[in-house]
């Protein structure tokens, strides 16, 4: 949670501070104030919570820290589930309720909208929960030891090999799997594990010798709404089925029912292209990935009318001499490129439909478009990630035309290419 190139110091000797919990920003750090007014983020703190905390890092107007005693419990706090909470790096929330979770996580997106976008958070809706918050998660990555082969993850540090034989939020069959791979990581830097419950197929990357089970194959299948995309070891593709199908759902919602003309930016091995190819006459979708669109090759077989054209969003979307009706946006977390951004301008879709994995991006972004001729019509928050700081939207905008010019400078203007390095909740 450093700021880029801010220089940060370590205390020589352990240091507590005592805090009030204020709110979570993004990431699922606890926001408070010390003593000399400086912005602290604890780690492991809830809402309302009054704890000490263990100063790790001092920057020159905050302070990362992680709590080490509850004095005054939240009525939402609750027992982890896993042993290691608190060492490894992969959850935040655990020692939160569900329920708490995602009333925060919910708080995070408007509050970023907005103190970044000037936004209205009244077209945020209610986040979509997930059904089952545990045992959701089905590709993982898996670090190993040198001398013994454990496999397990790196700590919250960033270094340190936790030995892991069952993780909480890990699909079932990769939990039952990873006691078999123990004493098998020597010599590998990796173990991924990738598994669809739908339609019964995975992979374990790289091939592992000695092992009872087959390893090293180069693809799996996964099936969403209906439809089976093929999925190669190096493609993204979303760890959460039941919740991508909510995702799915809530795009298609945002989507106009027919068109001429969609475009699918950073569509991966075609997933929205496909499964909404059918309510356009044309889709064009756009990959960088190699490896994805080369999965994409065989998934569009599903899908005549799709056209997948392999680059940056960035350098294609801007040379394209169509106007499409509706565009896909589901970028990465430092969100869309300026040449992105100044294309949509230009082109004035009817609809933008934006999947956001970074709330702040988000907000820049929409607060661009905005500024551009469209209205801002439903943030939904989404949450993908249970027990995490990682927080899903889908947002939809329609082009509405841009209002007479006013006399003197825009407030709320952003410019197109300015970097954000969100320090969530800070002001």
């Given at each position: 949670m450093s700021r880029r190139g801010q220089r940060y110091k370590e205390p020589a000797e352990p240091t507590f501070i005592t805090v009030r919990v204020e709110s979570l920003v993004f990431g699922g750090a606890g926001l408070a104030r010390g003593a000399d007014g400086r912005v602290v983020f604890v780690a492991f703190a809830a809402p309302g919570e009054l704890v000490e905390a263990q100063v790790e890092r001092e920057y020159p107007d905050y302070i990362q820290a992680v709590t080490t005693r509850v004095i005054e419990p939240s009525p939402d706090r609750v027992e982890p589930r896993c042993p290691l909470f608190g060492e490894c790096g992969g959850c935040q929330l655990q020692?939160?309720?569900?329920?708490?979770?995602?009333?925060?996580?919910?708080?995070?997106?408007?509050?970023?909208?907005?103190?970044?976008?000037k936004l209205d958070d009244s077209v945020v809706r209610p986040i979509v929960g997930a059904a089952e918050?545990?045992?959701?998660?089905?590709?993982?990555?898996?670090?190993?030891?040198?001398?013994?082969?454990?496999?397990?993850?790196?700590?919250?540090?960033?270094?340190?090999?936790?030995?892991?034989?069952?993780?909480?939020?890990?699909?079932?069959?990769?939990?039952?799997?990873?006691?078999?791979?123990?004493?098998?990581?020597?010599?590998?830097?990796?173990?991924?594990?990738?598994?669809?419950?739908?339609?019964?197929?995975?992979?374990?990357?790289?091939?592992?010798?000695?092992?009872?089970?087959?390893?090293?194959?180069?693809?799996?299948?996964?099936?969403?709404?209906?439809?089976?995309?093929?999925?190669?070891?190096?493609?993204?593709?979303?760890?959460?089925?039941?919740?991508?199908?909510?995702?799915?759902?809530?795009?298609?919602?945002?989507?106009?029912?027919?068109?001429?003309?969609?475009?699918?930016?950073?569509?991966?091995?075609g997933t929205f292209a496909v499964i909404y190819s059918d309510r356009f006459e044309r889709v064009l979708a756009i990959e960088e990935s190699n490896s994805a669109a080369k999965d994409s090759?065989?998934?569009?077989?599903?899908?005549?009318?799709?056209?997948?054209?392999?680059?940056?969003?960035?350098?294609?979307?801007?040379?394209?001499?169509?106007?499409?009706?509706?565009?896909?946006?589901?970028?990465?977390?430092?969100?869309?490129?300026?040449?992105?951004?100044?294309?949509?301008?230009?082109?004035?879709?009817?609809?933008?439909?934006?999947?956001?994995?970074?709330?702040?991006?988000?907000?820049?972004?929409?607060?661009?478009?905005v500024n551009g001729g469209y209205q801002l019509d439903s943030v939904t928050p989404l949450d993908m990630f249970p027990q995490t700081g990682h927080i899903e939207c889908v947002s939809r905008l329609t082009f509405i035309g841009l209002p007479e010019a006013p006399e003197g400078p825009d407030e709320d203007a952003v410019e197109p290419d300015e970097v954000i390095v969100d320090e969530p909740g800070l002001e």
């Open positions: 020692h939160m309720s569900y329920p708490a979770q995602l009333a925060a996580k919910e708080a995070v997106v408007r509050e970023q909208l907005r103190r970044i976008g918050p545990w045992g959701y998660r089905n590709h993982l990555r898996f670090s190993t030891g040198k001398k013994y082969g454990d496999v397990g993850y790196i700590g919250r540090k960033g270094y340190g090999l936790l030995k892991v034989d069952s993780c909480p939020i890990a699909d079932p069959w990769v939990s039952d799997l990873l006691p078999k791979l123990q004493g098998h990581g020597a010599g590998l830097h990796q173990v991924q594990v990738r598994y669809s419950a739908e339609t019964g197929t995975g992979l374990i990357n790289p091939a592992i010798p000695d092992v009872p089970f087959e390893t090293g194959q180069k693809a799996y299948v996964e099936e969403l709404a209906g439809r089976r995309f093929d999925v190669s070891a190096s493609a993204f593709f979303q760890v959460n089925h039941a919740q991508a199908e909510q995702m799915v759902r809530l795009v298609g919602e945002a989507l106009p029912e027919r068109g001429d003309l969609l475009i699918d930016g950073f569509a991966g091995v090759e065989r998934n569009l077989a599903q899908a005549p009318n799709v056209e997948m054209l392999v680059g940056k969003v960035e350098d294609i979307l801007p040379d394209l001499e169509v106007r499409p009706d509706a565009i896909i946006l589901d970028p990465p977390r430092p969100g869309c490129a300026p040449p992105v951004m100044r294309a949509i301008l230009e082109f004035q879709p009817s609809t933008v439909v934006y999947v956001s994995c970074n709330p702040a991006t988000l907000a820049r972004d929409l607060r661009i478009l």
